[in-house]
C-alpha cells in the first residue's frame, strides 16, 4: 500500500469516527425537542469559611416537550445585580417528567469579595435582585441543554436595612 492511500484510508476512518461520535451526542437529544426552562426559587447558606462560602439554590426545571429528560448533572454560574456571583456543578441525576417540572438542589460556591458586593446593594436599599442564572443541562451521550434565564426576586421589607430604634418608654418615678 502505497503511503498516499495509507492516508486516504486513515482519513476515511477518522471521519467516519468522527461522524458517529456526532451521532451518539445527539442520541441523548430528540429532534424537535424545546430548551427546559430554568429558574432561581430558593437560596440557603450552607457553609463557609471566611474566604469562601457556600449556599444551597434550588433551581426549578420546566420541561415543555411530551417526553421526560433525564438530566445526568449540570453546571451553572449564578450572576446576581449584573455581577458574577457563585458558579457550582452537580452531578446528582434527576428525571424531570414530560409537560412537568422538577426541583434540583446544587451547591453554589462563592468568595468574599462577591457576597461583600451583594450586601453594599443590598445596603443601598434595593426592593428586588436581578438574577441571571446560565449554564449547561448535561443529558448524557455528549448531549444536553444550555441554559441563560434572568429573573428577579422580591426582598422583604425591612430586609438590609439597619434596624430601627424605638423610642425608650418613659420610665414613672416614684
Same mark, same amino acid.
Given at each position: 500500500m502505497t503511503n498516499a492511500a495509507g492516508r486516504r484510508?486513515?482519513?476515511?476512518?477518522?471521519a467516519t469516527g468522527l461522524g458517529l461520535t456526532v451521532l451518539g451526542g445527539c442520541a &441523548?437529544?430528540?429532534? &424537535?425537542?424545546?430548551?427546559?426552562?430554568v429558574a432561581v426559587v430558593d437560596i440557603r447558606p450552607l457553609d463557609g469559611t471566611l474566604l469562601e462560602q457556600r449556599f444551597v439554590l434550588t433551581l426549578r426545571v420546566t420541561n415543555p416537550n411530551t417526553s421526560e429528560i433525564a438530566i445526568e448533572g449540570?453546571?451553572?454560574?449564578?450572576?446576581?445585580?449584573?455581577?458574577?456571583?457563585?458558579? &457550582?456543578?452537580?452531578?446528582k441525576p434527576v428525571v424531570i417528567p414530560r409537560l412537568g417540572d422538577g426541583l434540583?438542589?446544587?451547591?453554589?460556591?462563592? &468568595?468574599l469579595a462577591s457576597l461583600m458586593r451583594q450586601f453594599r446593594e443590598l445596603a443601598k436599599g434595593r426592593d428586588r435582585v436581578d438574577y441571571r442564572v446560565r449554564g449547561r443541562l448535561v443529558t448524557g451521550n455528549f448531549g444536553g441543554f444550555d441554559f441563560d434565564e434572568t429573573g428577579e426576586v422580591g426582598m422583604p421589607k425591612g430586609f438590609g436595612?439597619?434596624?430601627?430604634?424605638e423610642p425608650a418608654p418613659p420610665v414613672e418615678k416614684f
Open positions: 484510508r486513515f482519513a476515511g476512518l477518522l &441523548g437529544l430528540q429532534l &424537535g425537542m424545546k430548551k427546559p426552562e449540570l453546571n451553572f454560574r449564578l450572576d446576581l445585580n449584573g455581577q458574577q456571583f457563585a458558579t &457550582g456543578v452537580s452531578n434540583v438542589d446544587v451547591t453554589a460556591t462563592t &468568595g436595612e439597619s434596624p430601627r430604634r
